[in-house]
T-cell receptor
């Protein structure tokens, strides 16, 4: 079946550091790919998405490119802020709107 | 304001005592879903609904029931809760255009503890 694998957390960085959170997937066909973010005490919010190969999703300085050849959708940000501290989930969707999530990566940014 | 609401936000109960977690959305979405979040496992789908009176099992449906009598509401029912259902539960909704690209909107979560 479909699956998503994220890099193990937690990840701790200093403010203004470069961020990469790796995400790879296994799926038949052409799933849509998502990054969701969960701030402390809140539900999940869509951060960005890409619906076909080579698409780049971007939002709030974060980017991820749908790479079909490597089945990856790595999340990057050039300069993180303390306010980016959250749990990040990579997910794919295929068929009847069912989201398949990775295990989540907790990110902490220190000032 | 467009939103998904869940109640209660926190619940502590005992084994076997029936409970219902409510979910309501004000965006006229066709699709609604329940997920549970457990450490190291991410979110897993419990049940989903494509429209009124149409529901189906997700990946972990055992011990749960749902109903969809109105478009805006999608309650999750635990007839006889057990400690392994202690978890953080999220309701989500989205449009259903037939394409698997529509954004899902999540509620704030319900933290359930079963003693």
């Amino acid at each position: 079946g479909n699956s998503v694998t994220q890099m193990e957390g937690p990840v701790t960085l200093s403010e203004e550091a470069f961020l990469t959170i790796n995400c790879t997937y296994t799926a038949t066909g052409y799933p849509s790919l998502f990054w969701y973010v969960q701030y402390p005490g809140e539900g999940l919010q869509l951060l960005l998405k890409a619906t076909k190969a080579d698409d780049k999703g971007s939002n709030k300085g974060f980017e991820a490119t749908y790479r079909k050849e490597t089945t990856s959708f790595h999340l990057e940000k050039g300069s993180v802020q303390v306010s980016d501290s959250a749990v990040y989930f990579c997910a794919l969707i295929q068929g009847a709107q069912k989201l398949v999530f990775g295990q989540g990566t907790r990110l902490t940014i220190n000032p | 304001e467009a939103q998904v609401t869940q109640n209660p936000r926190y619940l502590i109960t005992v084994t076997g005592k029936k409970l219902t977690v409510t979910c309501s959305q004000n965006m006229n979405h066709e699709y609604m879903s329940w997920y549970r979040q457990d450490p190291g496992l991410g979110l897993r789908q419990i049940y989903y609904s494509m429209n009124v009176e149409v529901t189906d099992k997700g990946d972990v449906p055992e011990g749960y029931k749902v109903s969809r009598k109105e478009k805006r509401n999608f309650p999750l029912i635990l007839e006889s809760p057990s400690p392994n259902q202690t978890s953080l539960y999220f309701c989500a909704s989205s449009l259903w255009s037939g394409r698997a690209t529509d954004t899902q909107y999540f509620g704030p979560g319900t933290r359930l503890t079963v003693l």
